[in-house]
């Protein structure tokens, strides 16, 4: 017998088939079986297996109400213990920057005074915890250091004036000191109009 008539014959009783070029059966009977499910006794089980799962377990859909509001309790009590905990680190960096401030308008009135040949002066108003530098009759710089570092200013005098020369006009020291909570910064302008 001819191969080729074997070959057909195995067709004919469903042993082999060549698949199509795009690779889908040729036979109706074929493309039933490959849509039948699988055996149940042989599907494969493994741990990712969708009928793992039993059931009668409801699916896991989101957050309940009452484990939402317990989150946020812990969440505002953590974040009341930072807040409380940060605040002396927080009033510090306050005073640290406000006397950085006071440091600045002395030296923009010293270089002022040089710049223009005549006397600046440097007021500070301790019910505002402000500062202004004066040029004569113009204010060249103010800063309201009590509105923007919520500081507390305490000053030896309500003033300090340069010379044209650049050295302080007067005879007495000047100590300002900041304070926000139990943070203090001190600021020290020698009569000389040295700041430290």
Known sequence: MPASDGRLRGR????????TPDGFPRTAASSRALLRPADPARRRRGPYSRD???????????VTLPELMITLALLGLLAAFA???GAPMVDAARTRA???EVRAAFAVARGLAVLRAERAAVRLDTARAALTVHLRADSALRRPLGALYGVRLVATRDSM???ASGLGWGAANLRVELQRGAA?????VSRLGRVR
């Open 83 to 85: 807040m409380r905990a």
């Open 161 to 163: 004036a340069y010379a």
């Open 98 to 100: 406000a006397a950085g």
């Open 52 to 62: 793992v799962r039993p059931t009668f377990l409801p699916q896991p859909r989101g």
């Open 184 to 188: 203090v910064e001190t600021v020290t």
């Open 12 to 19: 004919a009783r469903g042993r082999w088939e060549p698949p």
